[in-house]
C-alpha cells in the first residue's frame, strides 16, 4: 500500500508561470501525447487532478534554447464536443485559459482519425501547430505521409516527430519559436458544412449576434448549438431572453440532422487532407488483399470458391484421410480386436466382449477417424490463419441476408460451424427475447465439425465415389433447413427489420506453420481426449446393454430398446441398429460411430465401413447420415441451450422440434430415394 | 460522407469496410473513423460478445484488437 497523498483538485494551476509562454497539448488517446510532454519536461511536472473532476491533470515547465515555456497535457479528446469530461475540460481549458499555441498530437499513421479533432481546433482562434508523430509506424506499414503537403492543406504548420525516439522535437520548438513570435501567418482551411446548412448556421448566428458570453466565439458557438452539444445549449439558454432562446431552439428544431451535417463536413475536410498528403502502399501486402477480396467477396463468386473450398476438404478427407482411416479400421483396430480376442479365449466372456467389443470396437472405431479430423482442423486451422474465415462469413451473411435471414442471427450461427455450443452463447448479442429465443433453437442446424466428420466417415462407406457429392449436398441440405427457419424467423419474430453487420476484413498473410500445427494439436488432443473419456464410457454402456442381461445380444436390453424404438426407425429406413446409433450420438455426435463399432464390430478381413456397405441400401444410408446432420444437438448443446434460455420448457421443445425435423426429413428423402430406384 | 455511410448503413445488410470505401470514394481507415464516431454518437455499437472469447472462433482474425481498444466489427442499433 502506497503512503503517498491523494492528489487533490487544485483550484489554480499548480506549477504554470505567468509571463512565460503557456503551450497546450492536445490529441486523441494513444498518440504519443504523454511521450512528448514526458520528454519535453522531463523531472519538472506535476500530476493532479482538474479542479471537481477525477480526470488526471499534467501540467510541467520546460526550457529550450534558453526560453522557458509551460506545458499543460490536455486529457485525450476524441474531439471539443461535451460528450466527456475529458472534452469538456480540454476545450474550457483551450478557450478560457488561452493558451499561446496548442500543439495538436496527430498519429501518422492513422491521420483519418487523428484529424477529426484537429478539424475542430482550426476553428478556435488560438493559433494551433500539428506535431506529427508515430512517422516510423506508419512508415512499418508503408504509409508515407508529405508534411509540406498536409501544411499547405491545413493552412497550420506541421512537423513530423517519433517521440519515442526524441526525433523532430527540436524542429517542433522552433515552428512553436516561430508561431509565438508571429513569424507564422496563421490563415488554417477550415471544414465546411453542408450547403444547405449553412443558411441555417448564419441564422443562429443572426439570433445569438452580440449575446454570446465571453470567451465563446460566436462561430463556435452557433456550431455547437447545431451540434446539440449539451454544456453549450444550457450556457446559451442562461445568456438568452425567453423570446430568443425560443426563436434559436425554433430553429434547431427543424434542423435536428445538422450534427451529422457538421461532422460529415469534417470528414470530407479529413477525407481531402489525406487525399492530398498520404501516399497509401501501392505494393505488397495491402493490393494483394484487395485483388483476392474483389474475388473472395464477391456475392457470386465468392460463395464458389466457399462452396469449393468446402469440396476441397470433403476431396481431400476421402483422397486422404479415408485410406488412412481405412487402414487403421482394418489393419490396427481390427488386428488389435484378433490380438485381444485370441488373448483373451481363455477369460470370461464379460472381460472379452468389454475389451474387444466395447473398448477396442466402440471407442478404437472412433479413435480411427482421427487423420479425418486432423484434415479438418488443419484446413481450417489454415484458412483462418491465412485470413479467409472473414471472408467466408461475409459471403454467407450476404446470402443469409437476401434471404431474410437477419444479419444479428447470422454471426452466431456462423460460429456453430465449430462448434454449436459458442452459436449458442453468441445469441446473446440478440436484442429482441423472442428473436435470441429462435435463433438458439436454430442454431444446431448448422453441421458442427463432429457432424462433417461423421459424414466424412461414413459417406465413402455408403457411396463411394459418390462420397463427395453426397457430402456436399447433406451439407447444402442442412443450410437450406436453416436458412428456411431463418427465414419464417425473420418473418414472424424481426417482421422484416433491417440491421447492417460491418465488418473490417483483416489482411491475408502468409500462414505460419507453427500456428497452425499448434491449433492442430490442441483440437486433435480434445479430441482423443473425448475419444478416452465420453466416448469410451459411451461404448461401454452401449456394449454392456448388448449384453446384459444374460450375456445374449438377442434378448439384450440395447436389442430390447432397439425394438421398442424401431417401428419410428423404420419410417426413416432405419433398422433398430442404425435406429439406436442414432440415439446414442445424443451424448456426443461421435457415438454413432462407435455404437456400430459395438453392434458391427472390425476385423482384419473388413472393417466397420466395409461391414455397413454390405448392410444396408442406399436409401437406408442416405436416410441416417440425413438424420445424423438433423439429429437432436449433443448433450453439451442442449445443457448450453438449457443456460441460455434458462427454460427446461424451451430446451425440451427444441428437442421435440429437432426429433419432428428429423423423422420428417429422413422420412421424406427414405421413400424419395426409393422412388428414384437407389 | 457521415451521411452517406449511415444511409449504407441504415439500408441493411452485411458491409465491409474496404467495399464501403470504394462506395464512398475515400479510405478504409476513414470509415473506421467515421465508424468510431457512430459508436460515439450511439447509432452503431461494437460487436463484442464473444463470451467464450476467441478460442475456436472463425472470426478471430478478423475483430480482435491491434493492441488498443480499437474494435473491428460493429453492428447497426435498433432505431428508436
Redesign the interface.
Known amino acids: 500500500m502506497s503512503d503517498l497523498p491523494i492528489p487533490t483538485a487544485p483550484a489554480a494551476p499548480l506549477i504554470i508561470q505567468e509571463k512565460i509562454p503557456l503551450i497546450a497539448l492536445a490529441g486523441q488517446p494513444?498518440v504519443g501525447k504523454s511521450t512528448l510532454f514526458n520528454l519535453l519536461t522531463g523531472l519538472n511536472q506535476h500530476v493532479g487532478n482538474w479542479p471537481g473532476k477525477t480526470v488526471e491533470r499534467r501540467e510541467g515547465t520546460f526550457t529550450f534554447e534558453d526560453h522557458s515555456y509551460n506545458l499543460v497535457d490536455l486529457p485525450g479528446t476524441?474531439s471539443l464536443t461535451a460528450?466527456s469530461p475529458e472534452e469538456v475540460i480540454a476545450r474550457e481549458f483551450i478557450l478560457r485559459e488561452q493558451p499561446d499555441v496548442v500543439v495538436a498530437v496527430v498519429n501518422a499513421s492513422?491521420?483519418?482519425?487523428s484529424l477529426?479533432l484537429v478539424a475542430e481546433l482550426v476553428a478556435l482562434p488560438t493559433p494551433i501547430v500539428v506535431a506529427m508523430n508515430m512517422i516510423d509506424v506508419a512508415a512499418q506499414e508503408g504509409i508515407r505521409v508529405e508534411p509540406e503537403v498536409l501544411e499547405a492543406a491545413l493552412g497550420v504548420p506541421v512537423v513530423p516527430v517519433t517521440a519515442t525516439r526524441s526525433s523532430g522535437v527540436q524542429d517542433l520548438m522552433h515552428i512553436l519559436e516561430e508561431t509565438l513570435g508571429g513569424k507564422r501567418r496563421r490563415k488554417p482551411n477550415l471544414p465546411e458544412i453542408r450547403s444547405d446548412h449553412r443558411e441555417v448556421l448564419a441564422e443562429i448566428l443572426r439570433q445569438i449576434d452580440g449575446l454570446v458570453p465571453s470567451p465563446y466565439p460566436a462561430n463556435w458557438v452557433a456550431l455547437k448549438l447545431l451540434e446539440g452539444d449539451a454544456e453549450i445549449t444550457r450556457t446559451m439558454q442562461d445568456a438568452l431572453s425567453q423570446e430568443k432562446w425560443a426563436a434559436v431552439q425554433g430553429v434547431l428544431r427543424q434542423h435536428d440532422?445538422a450534427?451529422?451535417?457538421i461532422?460529415?463536413g469534417r470528414?470530407?475536410w479529413?477525407?481531402r487532407m489525406?487525399r492530398a498528403a498520404v501516399i497509401?502502399p501501392k505494393i505488397g501486402q495491402i493490393t494483394l488483399t484487395?485483388r483476392l477480396?474483389d474475388w473472395a467477396?464477391h456475392p457470386f463468386w465468392g460463395l464458389v470458391i466457399l462452396a469449393g473450398i468446402l469440396g476441397f476438404v470433403f476431396w481431400l478427407t476421402f483422397t486422404v484421410g479415408s485410406p488412412v482411416q481405412n487402414w487403421l479400421d482394418t489393419q490396427v483396430v481390427g488386428g488389435l480386436s484378433q490380438l485381444a480376442s485370441n488373448a483373451l479365449v481363455n477369460a470370461p466372456f464379460w472381460l472379452k466382449g468389454l475389451v474387444v467389443n466395447g473398448i477396442l470396437d466402440g471407442a478404437g472405431a472412433v479413435l480411427t477417424f482421427l487423420p479425418i479430423m486432423v484434415i479438418f482442423f488443419a484446413v481450417?486451422g489454415l484458412?483462418?490463419?491465412m485470413?479467409y474465415?472473414?471472408r467466408?462469413?461475409?459471403v454467407m451473411?450476404?446470402l443469409m441476408?437476401l434471404m431474410g435471414l437477419h444479419?444479428?442471427s447470422f454471426?452466431p450461427l456462423?460460429?456453430g460451424?465449430?462448434?454449436n455450443?459458442?452459436a449458442i452463447?453468441?445469441t446473446?448479442?440478440i436484442?429482441s427475447k423472442p428473436a435470441r429465443m429462435l435463433t438458439i433453437l436454430i442454431a444446431p442446424l448448422v453441421p458442427c465439425t463432429a457432424r462433417m466428420a461423421v459424414v466424412a466417415f461414413l459417406a465413402p462407406a455408403f457411396f463411394g465415389p459418390k462420397a463427395l457429392i453426397v457430402s456436399w449436398g447433406l451439407v447444402l441440405f442442412s443450410l437450406i433447413m436453416l436458412v428456411l427457419s431463418g427465414s419464417v424467423l425473420n418473418r414472424l419474430i424481426f417482421k422484416g427489420?433491417?440491421?447492417?453487420?460491418?465488418?473490417?476484413?483483416?489482411l491475408y498473410h502468409i500462414p505460419n506453420a507453427r500456428t497452425i500445427g499448434l491449433l492442430v494439436w490442441q483440437?486433435s488432443l480434445s479430441f482423443v481426449k473425448k475419444a478416452g473419456t465420453y466416448i469410451l464410457a459411451m461404448a461401454v454402456v452401449i456394449w454392456a446393454l448388448s449384453v446384459l442381461p444374460n450375456g445374449n445380444l438377442t434378448s439384450s436390453y440395447l436389442v430390447q430398446f432397439g425394438k421398442f424404438v424401431e417401428p419410428v426407425g423404420r419410417w426413416m429406413g432405419l433398422d433398430w441398429r442404425l435406429t439406436v446409433a442414432l440415439i446414442a450420438s445424443f451424448p456426443a455426435k461421435e457415438n454413432a460411430i462407435a455404437t456400430m463399432g459395438v453392434l458391427f464390430g472390425s476385423s482384419p478381413n473388413a472393417g466397420l465401413a466395409q461391414t455397413l456397405t454390405s448392410t444396408f441400401s442406399t436409401a437406408s444410408a442416405l436416410s441416417f447420415l440425413v438424420a445424423t446432420m438433423l439429429f437432436i444437438p449433443c448433450m453439451a448443446t442442449v445443457a448450453a441451450i438449457r443456460q441460455e434460455t434458462n427454460s427446461w420448457g424451451w430446451t425440451l421443445l427444441d428437442i421435440g422440434i429437432f426429433l419432428l425435423i428429423t423423422i420428417a426429413a429422413s422420412s421424406g428423402v427414405y421413400h424419395l430415394a426409393l422412388v428414384l430406384g437407389a | 460522407?457521415?451521411?452517406?455511410l449511415?444511409n449504407?448503413?441504415?439500408?441493411?445488410?452485411?458491409?465491409?469496410?474496404?467495399?464501403?470505401a470504394a462506395r464512398l470514394?475515400?479510405?478504409?481507415?476513414?470509415i473506421?473513423?467515421?465508424?468510431?464516431?457512430l459508436q460515439?454518437?450511439g447509432l452503431?455499437e461494437p460487436?463484442i460478445?464473444?463470451?467464450?472469447g476467441c478460442q475456436?472462433?472463425?472470426?478471430?482474425?478478423?475483430c480482435q484488437t491491434r493492441g488498443?481498444t480499437t474494435v473491428?466489427?460493429?453492428?447497426?442499433k435498433?432505431e428508436g
Open positions: 494513444n476524441y460528450n492513422n491521420l483519418e482519425r477529426y440532422d450534427l451529422l451535417a461532422a460529415s470528414y470530407e479529413i477525407g489525406v497509401q484487395k477480396d467477396t481450417f484458412l483462418e490463419d485470413g474465415m472473414a467466408a462469413a461475409y451473411d450476404n441476408h444479419g444479428k454471426l456462423f460460429l460451424f465449430g462448434c455450443v459458442p452463447m453468441g446473446r448479442v436484442d427489420q433491417r440491421s447492417a453487420f460491418i465488418m473490417e476484413m483483416p483440437r | 460522407m457521415l451521411e452517406q449511415l449504407e448503413i441504415r439500408a441493411g445488410g452485411t458491409l465491409e469496410t474496404g467495399k464501403l470514394g475515400t479510405t478504409p481507415q476513414l473506421e473513423a467515421m465508424l468510431e464516431h460515439r454518437a452503431v460487436y460478445n464473444c463470451v467464450d475456436g472462433c472463425g472470426l478471430r482474425e478478423a488498443d473491428r466489427l460493429w453492428q447497426s435498433p
